[in-house]
Each structure stands twice: as structure tokens, then as C-alpha cells.
């Protein structure tokens, strides 16, 4: 993606990555989707969720795609792991909460594949990635912590 992100283009970013979350409703895929896509971010943690994406990718701390983030994971240096709902079979990013889980990394699940894309900076749809740590601790470190909580108080 581009180095420099003007503040409009960022705001824009979001704001397609939440039209594609509130346009995604049809009652009969989300019954099917939600038994095994747990846990389920509602629209406004996912938001949160895409706004931290979009800044991990920005600061090199994001991994996408499925077999990047079971590397990361793999590796020891997975700090969240997010993935989509609408995939088609769910099957094979179904690994991942397993490993995860091992791990003691938080996952959760977004709506749409596209938006996730988005927030990754791809021109594609992305189906799961995750955000890794840094060295130096870095900006996002909060954020990520605060975001760590949110997932967690889904669990409950």
C-alpha cells in the first residue's frame, strides 16, 4: 500500500469497511455461519477490529491471508488473529481458532471478507489475518490491548 496516507483517504478506508459490514444481512447465511464463526464482532468492535488492521498494515506489524497467519502463529509472534464469516467452505480457516487457542492468542470473527481486504490494503478479499508484535512495542501496542479485552469479554 501507499506509505503516506492522506487523513481523507484513511477516513474513506473505514467508511467503505463499514458500509461492507452493515450491507452484509441475509438471515439465512448468518444462521449458518454463526454456530462455527465464533466469536462474532458486532458492527461497532468491528469497526474497531478494521481500524486496527488498517494501522498494523500501515506499520508492518499484519500478516495476511490464512497461511501467513498460521506461520505467525506457528511462530510465537501472533498478537490477534481476525478472520471472515463468508468464506466458502468455512473448513479451511477452521485451523486457526484450534491453533490459536494453543497459543493463547485471541481470534475473532468479522462479517465480510471484502472489508477485511480492505483494511488489509489489498485490492482483494482477505479471509483471515493477524496482527503480530513488534519489537520496539510500537504505536498499536495499546490499541491491541484494548482490543485483546474486547475479545476476551466477548468469551464470556
Do not use: W
Amino acid at each position: 500500500g501507499p506509505k503516506y496516507i492522506t487523513q481523507a483517504h484513511y477516513k474513506r478506508c473505514i467508511y467503505i469497511g463499514c458500509l461492507a459490514i452493515h450491507n452484509i444481512s441475509s438471515p439465512v447465511t448468518e444462521e449458518v455461519v454463526n454456530s462455527r464463526a465464533y466469536p462474532l464482532a458486532d458492527s461497532q468492535l468491528s469497526i474497531t477490529i478494521l481500524d486496527l488492521i488498517q494501522q498494523a498494515a500501515y506499520h508492518q506489524q499484519l500478516k495476511k491471508g490464512a497461511n501467513e497467519a498460521t506461520k505467525a502463529l506457528n511462530r510465537g509472534i501472533a498478537e490477534i488473529v481476525v478472520m471472515a464469516t463468508d468464506v466458502d467452505p468455512l473448513d479451511i480457516l477452521l485451523h486457526l481458532p484450534l491453533l490459536a487457542e494453543d497459543k493463547n492468542v485471541p481470534y475473532v470473527f468479522v462479517r465480510s471478507k471484502q472489508a477485511l481486504g480492505r483494511a488489509c490494503g489489498v485490492s482483494r478479499s482477505v479471509i483471515a489475518c493477524s496482527v503480530i508484535s513488534n519489537d520496539e512495542g510500537g504505536l498499536l501496542e495499546k490499541q491491541i490491548e484494548h482490543l485483546k479485552d474486547a475479545i476476551e469479554k466477548l468469551l464470556i
